[in-house]
């Protein structure tokens, strides 16, 4: 007795080679048949093309290039630290030496004197609202009550 073989009903969409499949199989995939599973991860790469050479790269890699030459290429002209925006790190550390230099070196409010650990505080909450007037040096206990002691879980289990 010989072997049952079926008889191929469909290409795969990559290769072409012909295969069997279940016509409920080919009507739930829409006609996307494969021949095995390495037409399928083909099939289902996402690709771009570099922005230099045009040769495709995978999409989910955030890249613009293919090579380091390219990027090299792609680079070519770019002016770093010209007209950069503006950076909020270097901005805060700049204003909190300038609030040193003028208030001192101690919390404004319990008058702790290490200065390395103070932070600055907006008094309306507002980050943008960067004016001297709304600025405070406070240490970092000073900070946690003015944010977190009204908001506190304690609050709720610790009856005095």
Not at 138 to 155: M, R
Request: proline share 4%.
């Amino acid at each position: 007795m010989g072997e049952y073989k079926r008889n191929p009903n469909i290409d795969c969409i990559m290769c072409g080679t012909s295969v069997y499949r279940r016509p409920i199989e080919i009507e739930q995939n829409k006609g996307r048949v494969f021949c095995g599973q390495s037409c399928y991860g083909k099939a289902c790469r996402k690709e771009k093309p570099c922005v230099i050479c045009a040769k495709p790269i995978l999409a989910s890699a955030h890249k613009k290039t293919c090579s380091r030459g390219c990027a090299n290429t792609h680079r070519t002209g770019i002016k770093y630290k010209v007209g950069s925006p503006k950076d909020n790190v270097k901005s805060q550390r700049a204003l909190k030496i300038r609030l040193i230099e003028q208030r001192g070196k101690k919390c404004e409010r319990c008058e702790y004197g290490t200065y390395e650990v103070l932070v600055v505080h907006h008094k309306d909450r507002n980050r943008k609202n960067s004016t001297l007037k709304n600025l405070e040096l406070l240490c970092p206990n000073c900070h946690a009550e003015e944010h977190y002691l009204e908001n506190s879980w304690l609050n709720d289990t610790i009856k005095v």
